[in-house]
């Protein structure tokens, strides 16, 4: 089966991309560095020759509405109709837990996103979609985003991470199989407050920045509900553990 990877060189791209090989498939990363641009359309009809499925995994550079909006709506476009013109039958999108949810109260990135899911939902091709919880490896990013001086303020919200290899394994474990024609939720097996687990993080890294929960701190720009960052009863649990995944991170 040929896959081929949009945002295949980026952190879940790759594994991704690793990770269909091993298992015997086609798997094509394309993205930028390999010639291909979903943007603006270079590349794609080439790369998309012959291809089985296409798993978008790329991501906006830009975190506000207008900059994320013109990404998603013309990447997602070019993907749907390139892919249409190359017989691709199946067309995953991964995105994040809460989209829906976030598009609505706060607009920004995650309207952008969820303009994205629309368009896919809405066209010809079959397809799935993959929302995952936050990755393990953006708390540092986390942390950067809320720090002023040495503290860092947190939203006060519960999470429930995973990590860049589970997230891989479950869009990889969607694309080899039948369109579900709906989304899917995956999160990881542990619920944490969010400034429990970036003062936890920081702390196996030695940072000494000091972490608080503050009631009017925003997410990327973003105010949370406690519990809007959390998948529903029905998700898909990860195996891995924040404190297994910490340990091997570093190893």
């Known amino acids: 089966m040929k896959i081929v990877v949009i945002g295949g060189t980026g952190l879940i791209g790759t594994r ?3 990770l269909l090989a091993a298992h015997g498939h086609e798997a094509v990363a394309a993205s930028r560095a ?4 979903s943007f603006t359309g270079e590349g794609l009809a080439d790369v998309l020759t012959g291809a089985d499925v296409v798993v978008d995994t790329s991501n906006s550079s830009y975190e ?3 900059g994320a909006l013109e990404f998603f709506e013309t990447s997602t476009l ?8 190359a017989g691709v039958k199946h067309h995953v999108v991964l995105s994040v837990v809460g989209t829906d949810r976030l598009a609505e109260s706060e607009q920004g990135y995650f309207r952008a996103k969820f303009v994205q899911e629309q368009l896919v939902t809405e066209s010809t091709v079959p397809y799935s979609i993959v929302h995952a919880t936050q990755f393990f490896e953006f708390l540092h990013s986390i942390a950067d ?9 947190v939203a006060q919200a519960l999470i429930q991470p995973m990590s860049a290899d589970d997230v891989a394994a479950a ?11 709906r989304i899917v939720e995956n999160a990881g097996p542990d619920r944490f407050r969010l400034e429990d687990l970036v003062r936890r993080d920081l702390g196996s890294r030695y940072d000494p920045r000091d972490v608080v929960a503050d009631p009017l701190a925003r997410y990327f720009g973003n105010t949370l509900s406690e519990r809007e960052l959390l998948p529903g009863v029905d998700a898909v649990i990860a195996p891995t553990s924040y404190g297994a995944w910490i340990e091997k991170d570093a190893a």
């Open 16 to 18: 991704l991309v690793a």
């Open 34 to 37: 390999t010639g291909v641009n």
């Open 64 to 66: 506000d509405e207008a």
């Open 78 to 85: 070019n993907l749907l109709t390139y892919g249409a013109a």
């Open 145 to 153: 985003s809320a720090t002023s001086g040495n503290r860092v303020r």
């Open 171 to 181: 869009v990889a474990r969607t694309a080899v199989g039948t369109p579900t024609g």
